[in-house]
């Protein structure tokens, strides 16, 4: 069992920066495909600004759910674009989910995941198929609730999370896009992965590591 | 390779040019203390008028904020290049510039606009500010035309705004100021193309690829890809190509009055604009359509990108009052 405490989560935020900067460009070249080239960009300067804030925190005198909301609003204020309102309404569930809450066990750890996933959802109100970053969140979660209630545990569940935004990352290649800015172009955006659904697999992933390793 | 651009560094470069648009129209734009992002007009706002407040990402100047002034928007929130505004900067915009007679929010739809928009307007509603939105939609590359509602909102914004501004300065109710937009926005329809990339400044990598002779139709303001991509052809051949377009929808009749825009993206210059015009003209004038006003030049850009777009904006008594109302811009004026 693990636990996680607040300055666990701060450097999930920082681990997740890293990974959004290293990652910018490839993302930026992803959206120039079958959008406006700005996706590694946003993505890289929300998570910063949200690492900046949560590291600004005095961990030891604030709880999950405060530090949650903090890199929720600095990344809808550092960014605005899509995935402002979409990371930080998803940041904003999480902190909801785990309200009350010191410290997280797996499944809070799991039901805050979850709760991300289902931000998004809301907020962007896709739906799986529709090639956006869902078709990664949304796999996801349900992996990593189904792989904990078999027992995997924690790092279990967020590996078997990867996988599945994996994968359906991967499937977003042959979807034509119904909502965002993609939708636009029909057809033509056959073959190319989603942007949103790539920086999602980056996303998980650095929260996998950061959380489990 | 990286793209040359006239830079300090690219994660400042919005901040650094909104402190230069300050210094240099300071008679009619101001920025908000702890708010630098929300840009108010110096004259125009006041007690019982329509608050209209626009925005959008930035690079694409003159718009937005070239278009604060008396007689047209109030304010703008202004975003990170190609990106929109967060929800903060639009509050504080419509919170300025609000004189109790409710506030409109003006704005081209697309998905990151609309969400920001919408949760700054749900914000405005717990300060007992009341908001309505009208998208404008004119972009007919964009989406069928069964599908207008899902279509971008381009440089036809330049007529929509100026409706809409000039019903918000008429003092017109919140009602008919919603309608008068909306009905511009109906009444507007703009085709671009495109011959070569911009790039963003933090990358300063083009944001798409097109060979040297090629050129792309319907293309969008952020570099979206277009519906036909071919070898570049003469002015005439590309003009009549958007304008078969527009037509097709619009469907004017003979003796219909029209208002012109023909825009710049960026680095395409005067001279090839006003060859495109001329076509312009000689389709219209064929079939019959009075111009009433054009305007030829820089109002949507998409950075450097090399390109044109043309909108026309079709007249009825109502649209011609709001486009000859007087409004006075920093980066526009008219009547």
Known sequence: ?213 | MQTKKIINDGNRAVDEMLEGILAAHPRYLKSLDGSPRSIIARDGPRQGKVGLVIGGGSGHEPSFLGFVGKGLADAAAIGNVFASPPPDPILECAKAVSGGAGVLFMYGNYAGDVMNFDMAAEMAAMDEIEVRTVLSTDDVASAPRDQRHKRRGVAGNFFIFKAAGAACDRMLSFDECERIAGKANDHTFTMGVALSPCSLPQTRRPNFEIGPDEMEIGMGIHGEPGTVRGKLKTADEITDEMLDKILDEMAPARGDKVAVLVNSLGSTPLMELYIMNRRVKQRLDDIGVSIHATWVGNYCTSLEMAGASITLHRLDGELQTMLDHPCDCAMFRAG
């Open chain 1, 1 to 213: 069992m693990t636990t996680i405490d607040t300055a666990r989560l701060a450097s999930m935020f920082a681990a997740i920066a890293d990974a959004m900067s290293a990652d910018r460009d490839r993302l930026c070249a992803l959206d120039g495909i079958i959008g406006d080239a700005d996706h590694g960009i946003a993505m890289e300067l929300g998570f910063s600004a949200a690492r900046d804030a949560v590291a600004a925190l005095d961990t030891g005198a604030t709880n999950p759910t405060t530090l949650l909301n903090t890199a929720a609003k600095s990344f809808l204020n550092a960014v605005g674009a899509s995935s402002g309102p979409l990371y930080a309404t998803a940041f904003m569930r999480g902190a909801a989910a785990v309200k009350g809450k010191a410290t997280l066990d797996d499944a809070d750890a799991v039901a805050m995941f979850q709760a991300i996933a289902k931000g998004i959802q809301d907020r962007g109100k896709a739906e799986p198929g529709e090639k956006t970053m869902m078709d990664a969140w949304a796999p996801a979660a349900q992996a990593a609730g189904e792989a904990l209630a078999s027992g995997k545990g924690l790092a279990g569940s967020l590996e078997a999370a990867v996988q599945a935004a994996k994968a359906g990352a991967e499937a977003t290649k042959a979807m034509i896009a119904t909502k965002g800015r993609a939708s636009r172009l029909g057809e033509r955006s056959l073959g190319h992965m989603d942007p949103g659904a790539a920086s999602a697999v980056t996303v998980i992933e650095a929260m996998r590591v950061a959380l489990t390793d």
